[in-house]
């Protein structure tokens, strides 16, 4: 399905050790070839691309971050990993900026070759210090229907209520009718720490983002506020606290595909 979405469910976070502490909140995602953004933003009236509406995708706000175009950032990455897409599509899946503001704590990118097969997930995480990293992992060949199975080290500071150590495994559905995202962070090889993003798919129209609009005029607002509300109910529960760290020095980390996921997401 490459015509662009509205994705409208809900994410939930589940704290598993020391203690449970889980979360639950409704948002909305975009899900857009990135070659398409300039055409979207002539077509729709509540959307535009690098400039101020109610609902906006700014190219700073991805990729380099440097507001330079995102498909060579993009390619480039992938040529790391000696990927070619041949042109294929890259499409992105994000939250909006709503009123000039956005918070992504993970941005996804899909990544097809010209032949339409998926060769590769770029995993683009920040944090609440303004910290940014990117995992790029090659896709393997899930069969008809079923999930994509990653995984990876963990190399980048994101809660100061979670070490800088652990493992990664994603499960990941190619966006359909239905959006489903799962992530399992274990630290010593046990379930620290379960995430989720699920939705339905909807055609990216005025119409769907005026309602949208309509039941969080603040989405993009209410995301950074409900983690730092979290962060506060965990540190009143005890939690460790971890000193932020440097960022990586490179700001995408290329993974071997060999990468073993953790056994515990299959």
């Known amino acids: 399905m490459t015509t662009p979405a509205l994705y409208t469910g809900g994410i939930m976070h589940n704290r598993l050790r020391p203690f449970r502490h889980r979360f639950t909140a409704r948002v909305a995602s975009l899900y857009v070839d990135i070659d398409d953004l300039p055409a979207l933003s002539r077509r729709l009236w509540l959307f535009s691309h690098n400039r101020f509406n109610v609902f906006s995708v700014h190219d700073r706000d991805h990729g380099p971050r440097d507001g330079g175009p995102l498909r060579p950032w993009a390619e480039a990455q992938l040529a790391r990993a000696g990927i070619d897409l041949d042109g294929g599509s890259i499409r992105l ?5 709503m009123w000039g503001y956005v918070f992504n704590p993970l941005s996804v990118w899909f990544c097809y070759h010209r032949d339409g097969g998926l060769r590769a997930v770029l995993y683009a995480v920040a944090n609440t210090f303004g910290d940014h990293h990117t995992y790029l992992i090659p896709a393997g060949e899930p069969a008809p229907g079923e999930p994509l199975r990653q995984g990876c080290a ?7 209520f979670l070490p800088l150590a652990g493992h990664y495994a994603f499960r990941v559905h190619e966006p359909g009718e239905r959006l489903r995202l799962a992530i399992r962070y274990a630290v010593d090889g046990e379930d620290t720490l379960v995430a989720t993003q699920t939705g339905r ?3 990216l129209t005025d119409g769907a983002l005026l309602g949208v609009l309509a ?9 950074m506020a409900a983690i730092h509300w979290q ?5 009143r529960k ?8 440097a960022p990586p020095s490179e700001p995408v980390s290329v993974i071997d595909p060999g990468t073993p996921c953790d056994e515990a997401s299959r």
């Open 93 to 97: 899946l994000c939250f909006p900026r």
């Open 154 to 160: 963990k190399r980048f500071h994101v809660s100061p």
């Open 201 to 203: 798919r909807r055609p």
């Open 215 to 223: 039941r969080t005029p603040a989405m993009t607002a209410k995301v």
């Open 231 to 235: 962060a506060l109910h965990i540190w």
């Open 238 to 245: 005890g939690a460790s606290f971890h000193r932020r760290p």
